[in-house]
Structure formats: structure tokens, C-alpha cells
């Protein structure tokens, strides 16, 4: 316990932070980062499920594999089906073998999943905001 008070006097002295505001910190930045990742899984998956076709598939092959660049291959991803730049880089990330079950992946349980977390994770932000704002009142 004797290290453990003298470890949070040495941060608040030598940093001019407090142990509740780094930890604030680190909560709020550890919530915004989980919620920017699920919305970024939730736009991949909505774009998806918008493209997903046989047809479609032969097409992105065609497009990554005719592309002179990975960048040029997200470009055009991205002018012939009018997606994300996050979907795009996906699908050039994607193995072969993946790219040729986008057709037929059934895209309503994981947008589902991702709906969820996005909401869960905007209503613990928003927590987080409000307890910010009552700790800043306080002080």
C-alpha cells in the first residue's frame, strides 16, 4: 500500500496529472478507438451485403487482379460499386479464396453484431462524456 500512494504522488507531482484524469484518459480514448473500429466493421459489412452477388465477385477479382497497385485497385473498387474506402482496402486485403464467398455469405448477423456494439459502445461514450463533465464541475 506504501508504494502504491507514493506511485500516485510521484505521477501527480512529476506529471501534473492526477490518477483520475489519466484514467479518464485512457477510458475515454480505449472507448472512442472500440467504437471507431465498429463502425468501421459495421460499414464493411453494409457494403457487402449492398454488392454481394456472383456477379459482383468476378468482377472485384477482375478489378484487383487488372489493377496495376494495390491503390489503384481501391480506386476503382470504389468507382464501380460506390463503396467505402475502409470496404475497398478489405476486399484487396481479402485472400482469393474469401473473395469468391462474398456472393453467397449471409451478411444480416454480422451487421446485426456490429449495430449492436456500435450502439452499446455510443451509450458508454456518452457515459463517459457526462461523468467527464460532473468530475470537471467538482474540481
Known amino acids: 500500500m506504501e508504494n502504491r500512494a ?8 512529476d506529471n501534473g496529472y492526477s490518477i483520475n484524469n489519466l484514467s479518464t484518459f485512457f ?17 464493411i459489412y453494409r457494403d457487402l451485403q449492398r ?11 477482375r478489378i484487383i487482379r487488372t489493377a ?10 470504389i468507382e ?13 486485403d481479402s485472400r482469393l479464396d474469401e473473395l469468391s ?8 448477423e454480422p451487421i446485426k453484431v456490429y449495430e449492436e456494439a456500435v450502439r452499446s459502445l455510443n451509450r458508454l461514450y ?4 457526462e ?9
Open 80 to 92: 464501380q460499386f460506390s463503396i467505402s474506402e475502409c470496404t475497398a482496402k478489405y476486399i484487396v
Open 126 to 129: 456518452e457515459m463517459q462524456v
Open 131 to 139: 461523468l467527464d463533465k460532473r468530475s470537471e464541475i467538482e474540481e
Open 6 to 13: 507514493r506511485l500516485v504522488e510521484m505521477s501527480e507531482t
Open 27 to 43: 477510458i475515454h480514448t480505449h472507448i472512442s478507438e472500440m467504437l471507431e473500429k465498429a463502425k468501421t466493421g459495421l460499414t
Open 68 to 77: 496495376r497497385s494495390v491503390e489503384e485497385s481501391i480506386e476503382n473498387l
Open 101 to 108: 464467398l462474398f456472393g453467397t455469405f449471409s451478411y444480416e
Open 51 to 61: 454488392i454481394a452477388s456472383i456477379e459482383n465477385t468476378e468482377i472485384l477479382i
